[in-house]
């Protein structure tokens, strides 16, 4: 399965923008599905995650202003970033099940 991410892009603080993750494959409702982040020197770390059905969880430091989602029939994973701060900045990585996405790039100015 490839991953194809997109959607990442310069944003000032308080913006908002929307990440896609394109599947090459469909996408079960079983799967689990994930977005990442990585700061520039920083480790990789969990943003939000859906497992099954609807069981979502969210770093404390996006909870309230995240949002992960998926289309079944799109085969698309999708992550709503609003209120955004410069400490969002990073590269984010879309996966699902063991599959990684390749990245996509948000960078937010004060």
């Known amino acids: 399965v490839q991953l194809q991410a997109s959607g990442g892009g310069l944003v000032q603080d308080g913006g908002s923008l929307r990440l896609s993750c394109a599947a090459s494959k469909r996408i079960s409702v079983t799967n689990r599905v994930y977005w990442y982040r990585q700061a520039p020197g920083e480790d990789r770390e969990l943003v939000a995650s859906?497992?099954?059905?609807?069981?979502?969880d969210y770093a404390a430091s996006v909870k309230g202003r995240f949002t992960i989602s998926r289309s079944v029939a799109e085969n698309t994973l999708s992550l709503q970033m609003n209120s955004l701060k410069p400490e969002d900045t990073g590269r984010y990585y879309c996966r699902i099940g063991q599959y990684w996405g390749q990245g996509t790039l948000v960078t937010v100015s004060s």
């Open positions: 859906m497992i099954g059905g609807g069981h979502i």
